[in-house]
């Protein structure tokens, strides 16, 4: 027995209401990713990139004082590339986890014959129960991997601090 509430053909009009809103959805959720994704790159290849033209002109300098700071603060600078490296890592892993989740997602829509069935006879599409883990799992993993490309970059950002300190240009 339908639904009261449902016209005829209410199947198809709730199915592609439902669609509408959630490729409306979708689209928002990726676009935010994306530039997520695109910020923590910029900010730790930025910072890779302009450390190393920071020493490389310091090291093309013809005095002796400014080659002896560029050499203590190379050494000191070693462990924030190394943070730096990892944010970019971190970064290119949720691009790749985020692949992996939506395309799992994808497979787990419901087709229009599942919300006729839902709208016209209150029955649920049977969808593999492994589905909901596996992509709460990736969701999480490339959250945590957005979360640790930022603190690479902060920790990265704080060693090369505490080094300009250490050393007086």
Request: one cysteine or more; a positive charge.
């Amino acid at each position: 027995m339908a639904h009261p509430k449902i016209i005829d053909g209410g199947a198809k009009v709730a199915s592609e209401g439902s669609h509408d809103e959630r490729k409306i959805a979708m689209a928002a959720v990726n676009a935010y990713g994306i530039e997520a994704i695109k910020a923590t790159f910029l900010l730790n290849g930025g910072a890779i990139i302009a450390l190393l033209a920071l020493l490389s002109a310091l090291y093309a300098k013809d005095s002796a004082y400014v080659a002896g700071a560029a050499r203590l603060l190379t050494k000191s600078l070693i462990p924030a590339f190394k943070f730096f490296i990892g944010g970019v890592v971190s970064a290119a892993m949720i691009a790749g986890i985020g692949y992996l989740n939506w395309s799992i997602l994808a497979q787990a829509y419901w087709q229009p014959a599942d919300w006729h069935n839902f709208v016209e006879r209150a029955e649920w599409a049977t969808i593999p129960r492994w589905y909901n883990p596996l992509i709460e799992t990736t969701r999480a993993i490339a959250i945590v991997c957005f979360f640790l490309s930022l603190f690479c970059f902060c920790r990265g950002a704080w060693i090369v601090a505490k080094a300009f300190l250490k050393v007086h240009l």
